[in-house]
């Protein structure tokens, strides 16, 4: 009973602690190909979406998304629990070959976004908040420190290759918690 206790106990620090001060994310790496992560079915045109092992940026993979046409949205999605009001960083490696965003369309490019019931609470790239990387551009590095307010229930984080063709590798994607 003892044994029992304490490995609840245990169970539960270590569940408040991947929400408070611990890495949110399950597998942001690739390392363990597309565990944690599944393909967005949106109904829309998506173009290819794989684990890459001949490039990466830290450790032995990376994550590819590639769209042949402008019509094309290819996005990769992993559930996660916000908390209203708390300080969270995001952090992700990204490197784009040959992307080219549709014209004059808001939004084309490639970038990481958190979405709580369907409504923005963040999205991003190197190129700033609420902008699209596009381009040829080797590994960067992006970091970006956000708030949620008006959030409730789950909330999902998407990397996304939206209305550009071309190709972008995401690696090392974090999302942690700052509030204790």
Request: glycine share 8%; with cysteine.
């Amino acid at each position: 009973m003892k044994l029992l206790v304490q490995t609840f106990i245990l169970g539960v620090a270590f569940q408040s602690f991947s929400v408070f001060g611990g890495e949110i994310l399950k597998n942001g790496g690739f390392e363990n190909d597309m565990d944690s992560w599944r393909t967005t079915d949106w109904k829309q045109k998506s173009g290819v979406l794989s684990v890459d092992s001949t490039v990466a940026s830290s450790g032995k993979k990376s994550f590819k998304l590639t769209n042949d046409s402008f019509e094309q949205t290819t996005m990769l999605e992993q559930d996660v629990e916000l908390i209203a009001s708390k300080k969270y960083t995001l952090k992700f490696k990204i490197k784009t070959v040959s992307v080219v965003p549709q014209s004059e369309t808001k939004g084309a490019g490639a970038a990481i976004m958190i979405l709580n019931a369907g409504k923005h609470a963040i999205e991003v790239s190197p190129s700033g908040s609420w902008k699209q990387a596009t381009g040829t551009n080797d590994w960067q590095d992006c970091a970006v420190e956000f708030s949620p307010e008006n959030i409730n229930g789950s909330s999902k984080i998407y990397l996304v290759l939206r209305k550009a063709t071309g190709t972008a590798y995401f690696d090392a994607v974090s999302l942690v918690c700052d509030d204790k």
